[in-house]
């Protein structure tokens, strides 16, 4: 027996229990999803989680970044200097504040992000074509709940 089949199964009814199996089972994919990363991919989580967010929304200042992200701009400056260095992304001044900096994708940092990207979800594809319609289904629907609840305070 393996320490998941030890661990008692929450009753799905209660919220409670539903917080449970949700938080379980996305960490497990989590978990999984970090482990298909491409293999010619350095970079830390961290550090990817910035250059994605730059894809999805566009560029950014450092204070925007943290914001996002949940970190101290300290934290988030030194990430970005590390992402500079490697030429993942770029800064410029701010147009109306001299004391910020926006920090935008470069061509490298694109390159890195939807390599990445694409190899992660060909392996999720893979697994969902395993899976029933219903099971699909569900999965369309739950999705936007998910990105709602991971963006919730």
Do not use: F, K
Not at 41 to 59: A, C, F, K, P, Y
Not at 76 to 103: F, I, S
């Amino acid at each position: 027996m393996t320490y998941a089949n030890d661990m008692p199964t929450a009753d799905l009814r209660t919220d409670a229990g539903l917080a449970s199996e949700l938080r379980a089972g996305v960490m497990r994919l989590r978990r999984r999803l970090i482990s298909e990363r491409h293999p010619d991919n350095d970079l830390s989580i961290s550090q990817m989680v910035v250059l994605g967010l730059l894809s999805r929304t566009g560029e950014q200042t450092v204070g925007e970044l943290a914001r996002a992200e949940r970190v101290q701009p300290p934290s988030m400056t030194r990430t970005v200097n590390c992402l500079e260095a490697d030429g993942y992304v770029a800064r410029r001044p701010h147009e109306t504040d001299g004391r910020q900096v926006v920090v935008s994708l470069t061509d490298a940092g694109r390159a890195a992000v939807l390599a990445d990207r694409q190899r992660r979800d060909a392996w999720l594809a893979r697994q969902l074509s395993g899976l029933t319609p219903a099971e699909r289904a569900a999965l369309r629907d739950a999705a936007p709940i998910l990105a709602r609840l991971a963006q919730a305070d």
